[in-house]
């Protein structure tokens, strides 16, 4: 089995609603976020599927995301931006961009050094 991931840091702004704490009040992270993919088979050039063209992906999504107030964005309207859905946002959006020998596994996000979010499906 190989395992590829990569990682990019974004900057968003968001308000947990009905939150009884301070995040209920409109606040930042610099989220870092790292997909992963996994399969057992490489292609001729010994990749399980090519950085560049995960990055690409990768990018496009998140770039709709950074530097953005979450809550404004369509599918944050009736869905609090938590990490959680955040990560799960991110992972379905990738999933339209399949790749023929990697499967997404995983999608991470980080609001802070030391608090994190998976996201995956069985
Ligand atoms: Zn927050």
Not at 1 to 15: C, G, N, P, Y
Request: aromatic content about 14%; glycine content about 4%; hydrophobic content about 40%.
């Amino acid at each position: 089995m190989f395992e590829i991931s990569v990682e990019k840091t974004i900057a968003a702004a968001h308000r947990l609603f009905d939150y009884d704490g301070p995040c209920e009040a409109l606040h930042g992270h610099n989220y870092r976020v790292q997909v992963s993919y996994g399969g057992t088979e490489l292609d001729r050039y010994g990749m399980l599927a090519d950085f560049t063209d995960v990055k690409r992906v990768f990018h496009a999504v998140l770039d709709t995301l950074d530097h953005t107030y979450l809550n404004d964005l369509p599918p944050f309207r009736d869905v609090s931006p938590s990490a959680e859905n955040i990560a799960a946002y991110i992972f379905h959006e990738l999933k339209r961009h399949p790749f023929p020998r990697a499967k997404l596994l995983r999608v991470e996000v980080w609001e802070t050094p030391t608090q994190r979010a998976v996201y995956w499906e069985e």
